[in-house]
């Protein structure tokens, strides 16, 4: 276990349906992350929490919605995906806050491996 | 812009030593990230360079340019399991880091 734990570790949905990505933190950590990973491609932040508020939202797509409930939890909800959604979805953790590398050093779960039909 | 740029794929041989380079540009420069990511995995944390030259960790070693906007991960005593993707990240003025697409490292017996 490194930390964080994301579930499920693998999702295929179809088009049409709704679903939900869970990442908890047990480090302590005031910052949490949604990355997408695709193959070959360098990634791709999505939204950033800092201390339960929203501080980045890089032009995502609204049927990606995030909720962050605690400093611990972060999910992802999902709906009306696109076959090109299908990535690996990363959850990351920091101490928060900007300054030296202690405060950004990221420490990922293992991912939530999602396919669209 | 801003760019990060690293070989897609390198292979060596088990007990050998390998150096995988990233060159970027950035808006900015708070520092350079290397992680590691085997298949399946989370990736994780291996070294942090923002002054320039060379910090050993054990057989891993990270070497910074600030001038040549270039940086170098170097293993030596190669391991089987040492064959992951190694993504290279820089960290702009904004504090945002910028990701390379990752070299991915095959060992050979």
């Known amino acids: 276990e490194t930390g964080v734990t994301q579930t499920p570790r693998h999702l295929v949905m179809g088009m049409t349906n709704k679903k939900s990505l869970k990442c908890e933190q047990h480090l302590g950590h005031n910052a949490m992350y949604w990355y997408k990973q695709s193959a070959k491609k360098p990634l791709e932040l999505m939204f950033v929490y800092n201390f339960k508020e929203q501080t980045e939202n890089n032009s995502v797509p609204s049927r990606f919605s995030p909720e962050c409930p605690n400093s611990s939890h972060l999910f992802l909800h999902l709906h009306t995906l696109q076959p090109e959604d299908s990535a690996l979805y990363l959850c990351?953790?920091?101490?928060?806050?900007?300054?030296?590398?202690?405060?950004?050093?990221?420490?990922f779960g293992a991912g939530s491996r999602l396919t669209v039909l | 812009g801003q760019n990060i740029d690293q070989p897609t794929e390198m292979t060596a041989t088990e007990g050998a030593i390998v150096q995988i380079n990233c060159t970027y540009q950035?808006?900015?420069?708070?520092?350079l990230f290397w992680y590691q990511q085997h298949a399946g995995e989370a990736p994780t944390f291996l070294s942090y360079n923002v002054l320039d030259g060379l910090e050993e960790k054990g057989r891993f070693s990270s070497f910074l340019s600030r001038s040549k906007g270039y940086s170098y991960l170097l293993l030596k005593e190669l391991q089987m399991k040492d064959s992951a993707s190694y993504l290279c990240a820089t960290m702009d003025s904004n504090y945002q880091l910028i990701w390379g697409a990752g070299t991915k490292l095959i060992i050979k017996p």
């Open positions: 950035t808006s900015g420069f708070n520092g």
């Open positions: 990351a953790s920091s101490q928060g806050g900007e300054g030296g590398s202690g405060a950004n050093v990221l420490t």
